[in-house]
């Protein structure tokens, strides 16, 4: 298994060069748009907050200082201020990110997986296409957050449930539109031809038909982590996700909410919060769909 | 041909520019010609010729980036250039009507055929619902649409594309126009259907004595319908003359180019010559004659300067430096290469 | 056509036979035992096992969801483990609430979605259009449980033009609206921000198709080109996006009636997530799936009337 790989890596190369050099342009495209730009920059400090979090904060987020609560930001060594137990706003806010993004990823990536082989499979096999399709049509019928509820009333709320929650609910929208790409795909002749020689299925299937599926699957994704972000927040906000006192940005709404007369930063600093970081990926999303979709472009 | 001196729309020295993000571009460069009542005349170029973009300026219906830099457009005498919107609303398919080429995305997918010439009928006039009612049925037999009673209740979807053009013509006619402007309107049609829509026009423009301004790509739609002829090249009218002049006796290499191109049924065994290399773009600013660089004539001075217009008999003008020289006949593309461009 | 909505309205019967089975079934798989649970952890296990024999929780599985589906077809859903109330009675209590919440959401959604849409598409590239275009992404991007927090620290609690939460007038009075609009905004604004994009693109798709070129050679005013034969075309896809909207209003009122504590289905919903009270939770699951699956038929069944090259007759 582990030689077949490599070997499927090392032939890879040449054939993969199109759909790359298509990203590259499509990168370059958006690296044009300032918009894209800033937004990609968000992100980055995001990560970056996530990533070095216990090093960028004075304080431990969930230490209590009961003699310096509800101080406002600006304040003496908590510059966004502290909470009602007198613990730093940043420091929670850097920390929250690290859930935020760690949730967000790891549900889009586990949703991108599972949605990738549901539409392989729908759009490649017909046999299996009539039985997929009514599965995630059952998927549907539970809008919007709803399907996500429902697992978490389940298996109880966490940070762990809430990944699983939110990677299921993402899986339908993914399955199909990777099976209508795979419908489209799968006519062209290069793959009637990789056939005609007795191509193996998971051959074609992942070096052919695969690579040519990416451009929707990148501008999904990156969609999909910024409404995982917004969903996540949701979740814990309702007290459905990550409990207590876990720093998650959504739960830090829902605890601020009630001190919003007297410490107002307490619900305003993690509401921006979210907003912007969810809005960089839906506009990092938007401006990448507007460089890999050629049609666009005469719309404009 | 144009023995009624009656001047139906008159083109003066018409400019038309685009502006885009590299700058404006121009499109048509100063081009003048008339069209008579009951006359059919044909322009006759490649894409980008300028030859549809001329056709919407006279409707005003170019796109917000096109705008007419200098010259007139004269409908009965009438300077056309300065009207509102309002006044053009008023013009359009009550004096001038326009088809399309493509009948299949012309007509409103969402709404009824009959809806769509009623609506275009109440427009300009205020007919009863019954008078109206009857007058859609009459066009619809008048552009020859069997069982218009049934036809009129019908979406554009369920007709085929020779029908829609026919109900394009309807909707066309529907306010008597004294000008019908057609932007190949049998380009997207099966070659039979074509014949059948190109006579429709012939025989409505004869009955309604309308002049018809006919753009196409295709020399042979011409030599069946037009009376006079413009080849337009480049933004400019390179050759004008009756239909017997110019295709008889071209003086344009282009034009020569052009009926190269097709089969001829009177000369079945001359070979096909397609004209090399591809129109310009607007963006291409080539020196003198915009033709020089796929001209197989093309001489030192043809890249310098324009060429000025020469009259080879009253009605035939051409701009081609050949005729200075006077050394080019037609007939010198069959007695071998003479001027080889290297 | 006749054959496409009885084809349609028996594949919806299937989908929500599936549905129940699924929420049942996750039900039945959740940790937890009901009986305990209603007799409380201190009770003797002869009166957990009692309980569990009287409510049929020994029976198999398929006897069971057989049981709940028999009660089902008679409108009964079953009693809450918390309160014991009668679950049907408890939804229909709260029924009219959300109903309310969605109505006035998708009202504005629809009404400032299409209105924006249609205003960016007529002054492209201007800035209207880009502020329009930004801001509706924006939109997306606000959490709603946020946004209806500040709303009410302005609009009730620093202004107080609106009460501070809860439905507590009828509809049509004045009291009623006033405490309607803020929570209606807030629940319709992402709804609105994806009607405006869509609208808007596609708008412009159709603005520069053919048939507009034809209506204004055919001198119709202004006005009407856009309004009856651009708008008429653009409302087509964007009507499958009113159909979604409706799903994310659904999800939307789950959390904004917690946030502007409106006594209605989506509250009722978390509250019984929260206490594991699955009878509840299944019968508000099976409740918002079930009419968002109806919705999605009439969406369908609309496109045949606004869109006459669909047929659905094979």
Known sequence: ?300 | MQNSNENLLRVEELKIEFSSSKGPTRAVNDITFNVSKGETVCIVGESGSGKSITLLSIMKLLSKNGEITNGNIHFQGNNMRNLSNKQMRKIRNQEISMIFQDPMTALNPVFTIGYQITETILNHSGLSKKATHERVIELLTLVGIPAPKQRIKQYPHELSGGMRQRVMIAIALSNNPKLLIADEPTTALDVTIQSQILDLIQDLKEKFNMGVLFVTHDMSVVTEIADRILVMYGGKIVEEGTVEDVMVNPKHPYTEGLLNSVPDINRPDRPLEPIPGSPPSLDDDIPGCHFHPRCKYAMEECSIEYPSTFTIDSDHHVNCWLQKTGEWSHHVSESEVLYDSQ | ?314
């Not at chain 3, 996006?241 to 799903?247: I, K, P, Q």
């Open chain 3, 1 to 314: 056509m006749t054959k496409f909505i009885f084809q349609r309205i028996f594949q919806m019967i299937f989908i929500l036979l599936g549905v129940s089975f699924i929420v049942f079934f996750s039900m039945h798989i959740a940790p937890g035992d009901p009986a305990t649970f209603i007799a409380g952890e201190e009770a003797p296990p002869e009166t957990v096992e009692q309980i569990r024999e009287d409510m049929g929780l020994n029976d198999p599985f398929f006897v069971q969801y057989g049981d709940y589906m028999a009660g089902l077809i008679q409108g009964d859903l079953g009693y809450s483990y918390q309160t014991s109330q009668n679950v049907g009675e408890a939804i229909l209590l709260r029924l009219p609430n959300t109903v309310r919440l969605i109505t006035a959401g998708l009202t504005v959604a629809a009404v400032l979605g299409i209105a924006i849409g249609i205003i960016a598409a007529l002054r492209h590239r201007s800035w209207l259009d880009y502020t329009a275009t930004s801001f509706s992404l924006l939109g997306l991007s606000i959490p709603n449980f946020w946004l209806g927090t500040m709303a009410i620290l302005v609009f009730a609690v620093i202004l107080q033009w609106v009460p501070v939460g809860g439905f507590n007038s009828p509809w049509f009075t004045f009291e009623g609206i006033q405490e309607t609009i803020i929570p209606a905004l807030t629940l319709g604004l992402s709804s609105a921000a994806t009607i405006a994009r869509m609208t808007r693109s596609e708008m412009l798709e159709v603005l520069g198709s053919d048939y507009i070129k034809t209506a204004r050679s055919k001198g119709v005013r202004e006005i009407k080109v856009y309004m009856v034969h651009a708008l008429r075309n653009a409302m087509i896809p964007t009507i499958t996006v009113l159909g979604l909207s409706f799903g994310v209003l659904m999800g939307g009122t789950v959390i904004l009636e917690e946030v502007f504590a409106i006594n209605g289905i989506g509250r009722l919903l978390v509250d019984a997530i929260q206490q594991r009270d699955f009878p509840m939770v299944q019968g508000g699951v099976l409740l918002i799936a079930a009419t968002f699956v109806i919705i999605n038929l009439i969406v369908d069944l609309l496109y045949i009337i606004i869109d006459p090259r669909i047929s659905y007759g094979e």
């Open chain 1, 1 to 300: 298994m582990g030689k077949s790989h490599a070997e499927l890596e090392g032939t890879q190369i040449v054939e993969k060069k199109q759909p790359r050099s298509l990203l590259n342009e499509a990168i370059r495209q958006v690296l044009r748009n300032r918009l894209a730009l800033i937004s990609l920059v968000v992100i980055l400090i995001q990560i970056f907050m996530a990533i070095f979090a216990p090093w960028i904060v004075a304080h431990d987020p969930l230490a209590q200082n009961l003699s310096a609560t509800y101080l406002s930001p600006g304040s003496d060594g908590h510059w966004l201020g502290t909470d009602q137990y007198g613990r730093d706003v940043w420091s929670r806010m850097a920390h929250g990110a690290r859930i935020s993004l760690f949730v967000g990823i790891s549900a889009t990536a586990l949703g991108l997986i599972g949605g990738t082989i549901l539409g392989l499979t729908a759009g490649y096999f017909r046999r299996l296409d009539g039985i997929i399709m009514r599965i995630l049509d059952l998927m549907f019928a539970f809008p919007n957050i709803l399907l996500a509820l429902l697992i978490v009333a389940i298996l109880g709320p966490s940070i762990v449930n809430t990944i699983i929650a939110l990677s299921i609910w993402a899986i339908p929208s993914i399955a199909r539109i990777l099976r209508s790409r795979v419908l489209t795909v799968k006519k062209q002749e290069f793959i009637t031809a990789q056939r005609s020689i007795g191509a193996s299925y998971p051959r074609i299937l992942f070096k052919h038909i695969l690579p040519n599926c990416t451009a929707p699957l990148i501008v999904v994704g990156a969609m999909e982590i910024g409404t995982a972000i917004l969903a996540t927040a949701a979740l814990g906000y309702l007290g459905l996700g990550a409990q207590p006192p876990a720093p998650e940005w959504g739960a830090m709404v829902s605890e601020g909410q009630e001190y919003m007369f007297n410490a107002p930063h307490l619900v305003l600093i993690p509401g921006i919060v979210i907003m912007i970081s969810v809005f960089a990926f839906n506009l990092f999303g938007d401006a990448l769909r507007d460089a890999l979709d050629p049609k666009t472009d005469i719309n404009k």
